[in-house]
């Protein structure tokens, strides 16, 4: 058996195999709208940089780093607060809660931002409920605070986006060991100086890594800052590009936030490149919870319930209200929604499962240099926000739109117009492209747990590699591709700037936006609703796999 397995690897690694090749086709498809975007950026038709420059930009930047770092300080407190809490104590409602901190992960932060705005303007239930107890008749008589402004922009992304440092910080400190706490804890430290001292620097790279993410979701945003009028870079885009029908700004302006994006990754990395964190595997304690009574497990409750009645009891609760009404539910246009978003989203969770199952399994059957260069770059679409991928899949696709119109002009003598701009495709690439790393970090992940031993046995018994994966590989990781496709299916659902930028139907986020925009929260109630119960799912499915 190990002949016929060294001349099965020698003529592997004479020539490219078909694996070898589709893994290198997959990464140039998902690298070439970024390269496309700094392309464009670069060679502008029109170059409006001079004008952002002494105009709009300044603006842009001081709105997104504002946000970006006011969200990230406010999502790291909560998350790893949290996360300390439901690890190290024992309080009332302790066991729910730690699985209720995940559930704002279903409610788009623009769907929190209209549910905020609905219950806390003009003729919302709060100041309706002032004005009834004090006998006020008009806004003149009393003071209340704006509600669109930069602060509640803040608020609201901070409550949907905490969990993703939630997440990595409960798992860091459950992974810890209780002895390290033990010791500190006869040697007279508190709990705020274990906490400091001894929880912080082993969790520090996890809690990092999560306030990247929510940072790159901060960038990512449109639907949230349009609607409480923040300009950052993002609104930036589409304003250059629809408004000014610019596509070389836009580009430029894409590059800015690229070049955000990667300074954030690299002052992380940076900024833990002398630090060693291990943890001992060898007759590891777990940490064992220390019980909370009275007023002190009260307060840890309500510290737990307050980023969750924020982040997910207020927006179910207003949209829900609303979407009691059944005649939204036969408005027109919403069915149409619904079956676009299936179909879209359905195709991207395929397509990108699929392709990146198919380029680990490539990179791990032809050893080569090249593709196991480029699998860790495809990873770099998640980082990238929604609207610059949009810009980079739309800039080459307007081009071959233009010369396949062209072409069909020549040879029938009939202009069929632009034919593949605004089509479900296009959707379909970028969703693919932009949450790639997703299906790629899961296909690596569950092909790693396989036992080499066992593809081998089958290659040495005549099956082919495709024949291999097939009958092997597939029934043993059937677990991870089926999360896999579950995640990627519920993120292209809540992606609202590439959906906006390329798609010329309604899916439920763009109906969404576009009713709430509208002041039409009831329309937009039952959309969102339809979005939160799918992304409830995926949570649920999180809140198992965690356990």
């Known amino acids: 058996m190990s002949d016929q397995i060294t001349q099965l690897s020698a003529r592997s690694t004479r020539w490219p195999s078909?694996?070898?090749v589709g893994a290198v086709v997959i990464a140039a498809l998902v690298l070439a709208p970024i390269v496309a975007v700094i392309w464009f950026a670069l060679t502008p038709t029109d170059n409006i940089w001079p004008h952002l420059l002494s105009t709009t930009?300044?603006?842009?930047?001081?709105?997104?780093?504002?946000?970006?770092?006011?969200?990230?300080?406010l999502t790291a407190m909560v998350?790893?607060?949290a996360a300390w809490l439901v690890v190290m104590y024992r309080f009332p409602g302790r066991r729910w809660l730690q699985w209720a901190m995940l559930m704002p992960l279903a409610i788009p932060s623009y769907v929190g931002a209209y549910a905020l705005v609905d219950f806390l303007e003009y003729a919302g239930p709060v100041q309706t409920a002032l004005r009834d107890s004090f006998g006020w008749t008009t806004a003149r008589e009393y003071w209340f605070p704006q509600i669109r402004t930069r602060t509640a922009a803040v608020l609201v992304m901070s409550a949907a986006l905490y969990p993703y440092v939630y997440i990595l910080a409960r798992a860091a400190f459950r992974e810890q060991s209780g002895a390290?706490?033990?010791v500190a804890r006869a040697l007279g430290a508190g709990p705020f100086a274990r906490f400091w001292r001894v929880g912080m620097p082993m969790a520090?790279?996890?809690?990092?890594a999560g306030v990247a993410v929510v940072m790159m979701e901060t960038v990512n945003d449109f639907g949230t800052v349009d609607y409480f009028a923040v300009q950052t870079l993002t609104t930036g885009i589409f304003s250059v590009w629809r408004q000014g029908g610019n596509l070389g700004g836009a580009a430029q302006l894409a590059c800015v936030i690229l070049s955000l994006i990667v300074i954030l990754v690299t002052l992380e990395k940076i900024s833990r490149r002398k630090s060693r964190f291990a943890v001992g595997g060898r007759n590891q304690r777990p940490v064992t919870p220390t019980p909370l009574s009275g007023t002190?497990?009260?307060?840890?409750t309500l510290a737990c319930l307050i980023p969750i009645a924020i982040g997910f009891v207020l927006p179910m609760t207003v949209i829900t209200s609303h979407a009691f009404d059944a005649q939204e539910w036969a408005a027109p246009g919403l069915l149409e929604a619904v079956l676009w978003t299936l179909l879209v989203c359905s195709a991207a969770a395929i397509l990108t499962v699929a392709g990146g199952v198919f380029m680990v399994y490539g990179v791990r059957l032809s050893h080569k240099r090249i593709p196991a260069l480029l699998m860790p770059v495809t990873g770099l679409g998640y980082a990238v926000p929604g609207a610059v991928l949009a810009l980079g899949v739309l800039v080459p696709l307007v081009w071959a739109d233009n010369r396949l119109a062209d072409t069909v002009l020549a040879i029938?003598?009939?202009?069929?117009g632009l034919l593949l701009t605004g089509s479900a495709g296009v959707l379909v690439l970028a969703f693919t492209v932009r949450f790639f790393a997703i299906a790629q970090g899961t296909a690596d992940a569950a092909l790693g747990r396989v036992s080499p031993s066992l593809p081998m046995a089958a290659r040495s018994l005549g099956r082919t590699a495709g024949g291999t994966l097939k009958a092997v590989h597939m029934p043993l990781i059937r677990a991870s591709v089926g999360s896999a496709l579950l995640l990627v299916f519920v993120d292209a659902v809540k992606e609202l700037p590439a959906t906006l930028m390329l798609f010329r139907h309604d899916t439920l986020a763009t109906r969404v936006h576009a009713k709430a925009s509208l002041e039409n929260i009831?329309?937009?109630?039952p959309a969102a609703l339809v979005i939160s119960l799918v992304g409830l799912c995926a949570v649920t499915f999180l809140a198992r796999a965690q356990r």
Do not use: K
């Open 18 to 20: 078909l694996w070898s």
């Open 57 to 73: 930009l300044p603006r842009y930047l001081r709105n997104t780093a504002i946000l970006m770092f006011s969200v990230g300080l």
């Open 79 to 81: 998350g790893t607060g």
């Open 180 to 182: 390290g706490y033990e």
């Open 204 to 208: 520090r790279p996890a809690i990092a």
């Open 296 to 300: 002190r497990g009260l307060l840890a």
């Open 412 to 416: 029938t003598g009939d202009d069929p």
């Open 522 to 525: 009831a329309e937009a109630a």
